[in-house]
Nanobody
């Protein structure tokens, strides 16, 4: 059964950059639409960025101009490039993806386990 696997979190100083990646654990399944969410302690989970199958992107106002979501269909991955990071970007980041089975008949939504991003000096 497909799962969503994230990587790339860590500790970075303010103004620094990190790149998160999201992939399906089943190589034969395809990520269609995908999004990154984040949740800071005591806060609700919020949408950070999303990307459609065709590559249309959408960003939260708080990250627009600093974060870039992209997809590599050949590698079946979705990435989030985070630049000019601020302490308020500190959160657990989650990938959410709609994954299509190889026969094209089964589309299911999955959440990743989350990856911690900490922005601190």
């Amino acid at each position: 059964q497909a799962q969503v696997v994230e990587s790339g979190g860590g500790l970075v100083q303010p103004g620094g950059s990190l790149r998160l990646s999201c992939a399906s654990s089943a190589a034969t399944d395809s990520i269609t639409t995908a999004a990154w969410y984040r949740q800071a302690p005591g806060d609700q989970r919020e949408l950070v960025a999303s990307i459609s199958t065709g590559g249309t992107t959408n960003y939260a106002d708080s990250v627009r101009g600093r974060f870039v979501i992209s997809r590599d269909n050949a590698k079946n991955t979705v990435s989030l490039q985070m630049n000019s990071l601020k302490p308020e970007d500190t959160a657990v980041y989650y990938c959410n993806a709609d994954i299509l089975s190889p026969n094209g008949k089964d589309l299911q939504n999955y959440w990743g386990q989350g990856t911690q991003v900490t922005v601190s000096s």
